[in-house]
């Protein structure tokens, strides 16, 4: 599993919690377990989008499991991050439909442009760009990942507008 | 045109609403399910209609809502299988977002039928704000009372709430789905039992794709007969395809199941030809674990038959001369695509997605990534393609869930079609400068002996 000893400031807020318990209530009252799922995204939503090991912990106490239950999941699925990333992580779909549309030539273009190789976080901690495996959207490539959202039919010129309003905070990461 | 049963009410300004989605006739099948028919009633229905599960395997879904196991006494679940992540595919996150409400009276009604009270619609983690839409129509559905206790004054009560995923290719496996709905990785589990039988925490349970239960509101407004009528053969109703590549109208489309190949290629009302101009190559019409096509079997079967958008059709010769319908993702490629750098990134995309399991899977995948990416890279040795296929064949049914024979399937394929442009890979390495190589000097210009590309 991938391991980093930074720390992170837990804050289980009230409205985090709240949200938690209404998830935990989607299932049968002794299978408080099948929230871990929807209740990991939401606690890494809440935490600058990463999962320390302590916050881990945290779930795993909420849920009455044990600790390596909620490690196990969390190093199993691709969507938990476990050191922190980038505030805008562009996650390209590089699976071969997107790539028959340029999906690799953009890529190219989007880390020279941010100055990173593919997997870096920028030195202001704003960007990082990675290379994901198929994300459904083969008929409108190329496309990413941001957030909540995906960004569809790109071209270098909306590349640039994209990174541009990053910057400027135009960007909504969650449909809330 | 072809008959719409799906997406006939997808142009209506607001129906994504619940207002608008009623006033068009929505819920209509629920009311007359709950108030006219009995469950076992809408089971036949649907058995007569003759619809087939269009997640891939394409298993009668009559049939499987008739195995689950009433006598137990356990709670009864259906769940939607809305993971969608095979390459090619983007078919159920369109009717999701767009017209959701048609899922949830899907579910509603399959839920009736089935004796579920307590139903979930698992979707892919990355599908967030699709996650977002549904949750929000579920709302608005519950405060209609179509959800809840005592529904239309029936006594019959149905909860259902979507469930979000994080990212595993695996997951659409009904029993990984299952697992990870529970809450742990997603491993499949061996069958039997089957989930009709021990599904969700062990209850009985029925696992259908998005596209199977959308269809399930027209089968019981119109009859599984009126259904049945339409499509070809054992191939009935209507298929949504998700076409991609390079062609000239990417997208979404709902067709009658044994429209021919041909015209679904080259008419304007679907993909309206090749993008470029550029010669078509290849194909693979149902997503990326379907062997791919070459040029010369794609409008013709190998007995010189129209081949048409159907199970049988598609699959006619089996995989010698044939592919799958699978999910319907129909993927295009011109002259200009390297076959090989393609197969190296769909073995790259299920070494990924391994769950890591079983050893042939767990280690096979990754052997074919590798082998392939060196062969795509101009390193490539003579033993090379034989040994790909070595690999490929000890994969395929040794493992325990279809996952294994996804990430085989297209490796041999492609051998078996294109066996010469991985000869020229290993035979030209200094001709292999870039990944581009094909784009910039298509393989139909090689001189390539026993070309496959037809124009």
């Known amino acids: 599993m991938i391991h980093t000893d930074q720390k992170q400031n837990i804050n289980m807020t009230e409205t985090l919690m709240n949200r938690i318990n209404e998830l935990i209530s989607h299932y049968p009252s002794d299978k408080r377990k099948s929230a871990l799922l929807p209740v990991l995204h939401e606690v890494q939503d809440a935490h600058d989008n990463w999962l320390s090991i302590e916050l881990m912990d945290k779930v795993a106490e909420i849920l009455e499991i044990k600790p390596i239950e909620v490690y196990e999941v969390a190093s199993f699925y691709t969507m938990y991050n476990l050191k922190p990333i ?4 562009f996650e390209f779909c590089r699976t071969s439909p997107c790539c028959l549309n340029g999906t690799e030539n953009l890529m190219d273009y989007t880390c020279d442009k941010l100055g990173v190789k593919e997997g870096e976080i920028t030195s202001d ?4 760009v990675v290379g994901v495996e198929c994300l459904g959207a083969c008929g409108y490539a190329p496309m990413l990942q941001l957030g909540d959202f995906y960004k569809e039919n790109l071209t270098p010129e909306k590349m640039d507008q994209l990174i541009t309003d990053c ?6 990461l969650q449909d809330k | 045109m072809s008959k719409k049963i799906l997406l006939d009410k997808i142009n209506v300004p607001g129906i994504k609403t619940y207002e608008v989605y009623r006033q068009n006739g929505g819920y209509a099948s629920v009311e007359k399910a709950m108030k006219a028919m009995t469950p076992d009633e809408v089971v036949e229905e649907v058995k007569k209609s003759g619809l087939r599960g269009r997640g891939g395997a394409g298993f009668p879904a009559g049939m499987k809502w008739s195995f689950i196991d009433k006598k137990s006494g356990k709670p009864r679940h ?3 299988n809305a993971d969608e992540s095979e390459p090619g595919t983007f078919k159920d996150r369109y009717l999701m977002e767009f017209i959701p409400h048609l899922l949830i009276e899907g579910m509603i009604t399959s839920s009736f039928a089935l004796g579920a009270n307590l139903s979930y619609i698992y979707i892919r983690g990355e599908y967030m704000w699709v996650y977002k839409i549904l949750e929000r129509a579920i709302a608005e559905a519950k405060a209609a009372g179509w959800l809840g206790k005592n529904i239309l004054g029936t006594g019959y009560d149905l909860e259902l709430y979507v469930h979000c995923g994080a990212g595993a290719y695996i997951c659409g496996e009904e029993t990984a789905l299952i697992e990870s709905l529970e809450g742990k990785r997603g491993n499949p589990r061996i069958k039997p039992p089957f989930p009709a039988v021990s599904g969700l925490w062990s209850n009985p349970t029925v696992v259908n794709n998005v596209e199977t239960i959308a269809s399930v509101p027209w089968i019981v407004n119109n009859s599984g007969d009126e259904y049945a009528k339409i499509g070809i053969g054992r191939s009935t109703g209507t298929k949504l395809i998700s076409a991609s590549g390079h062609i000239k109208n990417p997208g979404v489309y709902e067709i009658e199941l ?12 679907y993909l309206g030809g090749m993008s470029s101009d550029r010669p078509l190559k290849a194909l693979i019409p149902g997503g990326s674990s379907v062997p791919v096509l070459p040029a010369d079997l794609i409008y013709k079967t190998a007995n010189g038959e129209d081949r048409l958008m159907s199970y049988e059709s598609l699959s006619d010769g089996g995989f010698a001369t044939g592919s799958m319908l699978g999910s319907g993702g129909f993927i295009v490629y011109n002259d200009t695509s390297c076959i090989v750098r393609n197969t190296w990134n769909f ?10 399991q079983c050893s042939p899977c767990r280690e096979g995948t990754g052997w074919l990534e590798k082998v392939l990416h060196r062969i795509e890279n101009g390193h490539g040795r003579e033993e090379d393609i034989d040994l790909l296929w070595s690999i490929q064949s000890k994969i395929e049914g040794n493992t325990i869930c279809p996952l294994g024979d996804a990430a085989s399937w297209p490796v041999a394929a492609a051998i078996r079609h294109f066996r010469e442009e991985f000869e020229y890979h290993v035979r030209f390495p200094e001709r292999i400068k870039n990944r581009d190589h094909f784009t910039t000097e298509p393989f139909s210009s090689l001189n390539v002996s026993k070309s496959k590309v037809i124009t």
């Not at chain 1, 901690?125 to 990082?128: D, N, R, T, V």
């Not at chain 1, 910057?167 to 909504?172: A, D, H, L, N, V």
């Open chain 1, 125 to 128: 901690g704003l960007f990082q």
């Open chain 2, 258 to 269: 044994g429209l021919s190949v041909y015209e679904f290629m080259n008419s304007d009302e």
């Open chain 2, 347 to 356: 073995a790259r995309f299920y070494h990924h997605e391994s769950c890591g």
């Open chain 1, 86 to 89: 980038g505030k805008f992580m």
């Open chain 1, 167 to 172: 910057k400027e905070g135009k960007i909504i």
């Open chain 2, 78 to 80: 259906l769940v939607c």
